[in-house]
T-cell receptor
Framework: EDQVTQSPEALRLQEGESSSLNCSYT??????LFWYRQDPGKGPEFLFT???AGEEKEKERLKATLTKKESFLHITAPKPEDSATYLC????????????FGKGTLLTVNP | NAGVTQTPKFQVLKTGQSMTLQCAQD?????MYWYRQDPGMGLRLIYY???????DKGEVPNGYNVSRLNKREFSLRLESAAPSQTSVYFC?????????????FGPGTRLTVT
């Protein structure tokens, strides 16, 4: 069974303290990896798509990277407004539609 | 451009009651999805519609039915609600091409079954 594991489950940072979130997956022949941000009481908000190992995407203080076994979401000099749950997802083997989501990392950035 | 919209936002049902959750998208996407999100379980796919006129089961389809009404609308029906269906339900949509595309989510429906 394809699996997506995110770590840590929760991360507390001070404002300005850079760190990384991890998403590891077991599916072979990866055809995409997606990062989302979810605020309490809201739907997931799309952040990045990565399609191949070595690919990187950036948006403001966030940078996503991809290897053959895992992806990292690097957060540089975070601000309190970056506090949210970050989810990653990969397609099911053989499907262009079905995604398996990790359980997420709850990030809290203290001022 | 509203993206993905869902109604209602909140609902309380008694065991055995039925209801339909509505979803619409205005992004001209071919594919639409229904997920449920439970604490400790993450997002799980209930049903999806790859294109208008087609539907297929996801990971947790039991107790649900869906209808792809047209390209814009995809509804989820609970025929006889059970407490185990207490959850937050999200609708999503995506483009359909030869590669896997990101999905865009609605704001969710919070359902409680007593």
């Amino acid at each position: 069974e394809d699996q997506v594991t995110q770590s840590p489950e929760a991360l507390r940072l001070q404002e300005g303290e850079s760190s990384s979130l991890n998403c590891s997956y077991t599916v072979s022949g990866l055809r995409g990896l997606f990062w989302y941000r979810q605020d309490p009481g809201k739907g997931p908000e799309f952040l990045f798509t990565l399609y191949s190992a070595g690919e990187e995407k950036e948006k403001e203080r966030l940078k996503a990277t991809l290897t053959k076994k895992e992806s990292f979401l690097h957060i540089t000099a975070p601000k309190p407004e970056d506090s949210a749950t970050y989810l990653c997802a990969v397609p099911w083997r053989g499907s262009n539609y079905k995604l398996t989501f990790g359980k997420g990392t709850l990030l809290t950035v203290n001022p | 451009n509203a993206g993905v919209t869902q109604t209602p936002k909140f609902q309380v049902l008694k065991t055995g009651q039925s209801m339909t959750l509505q979803c619409a998208q205005d992004m001209n996407h071919n594919s639409m999805y229904w997920y449920r999100q439970d604490p400790g379980m993450g997002l799980r796919l209930i049903y999806y519609s790859a294109s208008e006129g087609t539907t297929d089961k996801g990971e947790v389809p039991n107790g649900y039915n869906v209808s792809r009404l047209n390209k814009r609308e995809f509804s989820l029906r609970l025929e006889s609600a059970a407490p185990s269906q207490t959850s937050v339900y999200f609708c999503a949509s995506s483009l359909t091409t030869g590669i896997v595309h990101e999905q865009y989510f609605g704001p969710g429906t919070r359902l409680t079954v007593t």
